[in-house]
Each structure stands twice: as structure tokens, then as C-alpha cells.
């Protein structure tokens, strides 16, 4: 199936069509389990910020406490430090979550941030050990993952042209050379982000134009999000702003 695109003139139009796009997974998933999501770091934090807490009608039909959260990637510092996803998440969504509720977040385990290796494989054990995964060639299946593209066309802490590609048997590898800052992360793999039920990325700005011309002109490319695009087995949709995609030969869905 082809991605959808779905873009808007402004942003707050893009956060709540995001937001609508969200809940109606939420409402479609297995109630009797919990909802299981990978968040990604950078500019997608502040856009569901937007879309799940700032937008009161859908605040609150988000069953928060059902929710259960990894990270698509992290970076390898502590959790307090300005670089780390989850402690973006923290500031700038978890910590303006109204009421009680609050979702169950998986985190990196910080005591182990000298080794990335034994980092990545105990993130692995917890994901397995919570998916009930009990072999290991099964693959996690989440119901969302919620996905950011770098000017570069990374998705998660899976950059153009790096060997962590081609990574087919892990569902969680570690990288030291990521070509942006900080270098040591860990990253969910293909083989985990094109199981999933459905993928969301959110893109805006006119900065992401003409990364986001490749993708979706040049999948030969091999660009990490045009691999998404073009591997993953569940529903994928981008939400995009206009200059984001200003120029691009994209086919947009209404929402
Ligand atoms: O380094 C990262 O960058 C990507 C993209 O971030 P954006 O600010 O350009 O949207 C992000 O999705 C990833 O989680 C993060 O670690």
C-alpha cells in the first residue's frame, strides 16, 4: 500500500489532523492489551504535544494509562541530559499531560551507558520480554510508530547509506558513528518499524522539501524513510505541512 500524505496550510491544522489520525488507532487497537507505541525524538515531540495534550477534545479520549511507550531510537546519555529523547518526551509532553493518568514509558536502562552493546541487547530483552516474543526470529508488532525524517532522510537512528540497514535479526542494534550528534544511540531496526501496524511520520517545514523530494521521487535511493515507505507491511501516513512538501509530486489524502 502507498504511503498517505496528509498536508496542511498551518500547523495546527497538520496537529489535529494528527491527532484525530492518532486516537482512531488508539480506538481501533485491542483494548484488553496494553497500546503499544514507539515515540522518535526531535521535532515530532512537540507537534503530538500539540496534537494529544493541546488539543482538549482529543486530551480527553486519550486513554493515557493504557498506553505503554519505547522509543523508536535514543541517545546513549542520561535521561536528565538536554540530548535524550526520553527526557524530551518528558519536558515536553509527558510533564503537560492533565489529570492522573500517565502512560507506562520504557527507557533506556542508564546504568548501563558505558556499554552500547549491552544497552541495545537489554532493550531488546525488555521489548521481547513485554511482546511476548519467545523466539528469536519473531519480530515485535506495535501498533504505532511514530516516526521523525532527518534533512538526510534518517528515520529512527537509521542513516543513508550506514551498515545498521542491512540489520535483519535484531530488533534493536546500537550505532557509534551516527554522522548526527551524539554518536552512541540505540535504534529500532527495519525489520521491527516495517512490522508495524501502522507507521506516522510528521515532517514540516520547507527545510524538509527537498529531502522529502527523494523520498518520495527516488525510492531507488534507498533513503531509510523511503524504506519505510516502500517495506512496511502495515498502513504508512506522513503529516506534513504545505512547505514541507512544496514541490514535491505527492498524491494527497484528505482526513
Ligand atoms: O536525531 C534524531 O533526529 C530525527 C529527526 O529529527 P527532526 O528534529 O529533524 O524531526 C528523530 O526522528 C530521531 O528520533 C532523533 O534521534
Not at 18 to 35: D, V
Not at 179 to 205: D, H, Q, S, Y
Amino acid at each position: 500500500m502507498p504511503p498517505s500524505v496528509y498536508s496542511y496550510p498551518e500547523s495546527s491544522q497538520v496537529a489535529a489532523a494528527l491527532g484525530k489520525h492518532i486516537l482512531s488507532i488508539q480506538e481501533s487497537s485491542n483494548s484488553s492489551q496494553p497500546f503499544r507505541v514507539a515515540v522518535s525524538g526531535g521535532s515530532l515531540i512537540n507537534a503530538l504535544r500539540k496534537a494529544l495534550v493541546e488539543d482538549s477534545e482529543i486530551a480527553s479520549q486519550i486513554n493515557w494509562s493504557n498506553w505503554a511507550i519505547y522509543f523508536s531510537d535514543e541517545r546513549l546519555v542520561e535521561l536528565d541530559h538536554a540530548d535524550s529523547n526520553y527526557g524530551l518526551l518528558k519536558r515536553d509532553l509527558l510533564d503537560h499531560i492533565k489529570g492522573t493518568e500517565q502512560p507506562t514509558v520504557y527507557t533506556i536502562d542508564s546504568s548501563l551507558l558505558d556499554n552500547a552493546s549491552a544497552i541495545a541487547e537489554k532493550y531488546q530483552e525488555v521489548l521481547h520480554k513485554n511482546f511476548n516474543i519467545k523466539n528469536d526470529s519473531s519480530i515485535p508488532i506495535f501498533d504505532l510508530i511514530l516516526l521523525g525524517c532527518g534533512p538526510d532522510g534518517h528515520t529512527c537512528s537509521l542513516f543513508p547509506g550506514h551498515s545498521l540497514l542491512k540489520e535483519e535479526s535484531k530488533s534493536v542494534a546500537f550505532i557509534e558513528d551516527s554522522p548526527k550528534p551524539p554518536p552512541r544511540r540505540i535504534t529500532l531496526t527495519f525489520p521491527v518499524v516495517n512490522n508495524a501496524k501502522n507507521v506516522v511520520f510528521v515532517a514540516e517545514g520547507a527545510g524538509k522539501a527537498p529531502i522529502l523530494k527523494i523520498i518520495f521521487e527516488q525510492p531507488e535511493e534507498g533513503l531509510p524513510s523511503s524504506i519505510v515507505n516502500t517495506k512496511a507491511k502495515g498502513a504508512v501516513s506522513w503529516f506534513v505541512n504545505d512547505p514541507a512538501v512544496e514541490g514535491v509530486n505527492v498524491q494527497k489524502s484528505l482526513l
